[in-house]
Nanobody, 125 residues
Framework: QVQVGESGGGLVQAGGSLSLSCAASGLRFSSYTLGWFRQAPGKEREFVAAISTSGFMKHYRDSVKGRFTISRDNAKGTVYLQMNSLKPEDTAVYYC??????????????????WGQGTQVTVSS
């Protein structure tokens, strides 16, 4: 049984930092592209960042480039999202997801096979 779970969300002031983690089990972790998505109230789920199986290729949405960093540790079965210089518009529930057959350049949530339950990130102004 595949299990995916995020941790590390919370409340932070604008300009602050948070680090999210996501552990996955029950799958061949190193064979999956991993992504982070977010969903704010009343909005559609949107792509944030993705990382290739080796960790060599990464892709970010424009609004987080230079502020967020995605990384992975295949030995630990964990993907991370380091978020710096946070803005109120980054407030959302953040989800991690795993895809066996997708490109890091493909931001469509429908291409991902497994999802975590989400973790709330709130940035106050």
């Amino acid at each position: 049984q595949v299990q995916v779970g995020e941790s590390g969300g919370g409340l932070v002031q604008a300009g602050g930092s948070l680090s999210l983690s996501c552990a996955a089990s029950g799958l061949r972790f190193s064979s999956y592209t991993l992504g982070w998505f977010r969903q704010a109230p009343g909005k559609e789920r949107e792509f944030v960042a993705a990382i290739s199986t080796s960790g060599f290729m990464k892709h970010y949405r424009d609004s987080v480039k230079g502020r967020f960093t995605i990384s992975r540790d295949n030995a630990k079965g964990t993907v991370y999202l380091q978020m710096n210089s946070l803005k109120p518009e980054d407030t959302a529930v953040y989800y991690c997801a795993a895809a066996q057959r997708t490109s890091v350049q493909a931001p469509n949530p429908s291409t991902y096979d497994y999802w975590g339950q989400g973790t709330q990130v709130t940035v106050s102004s």
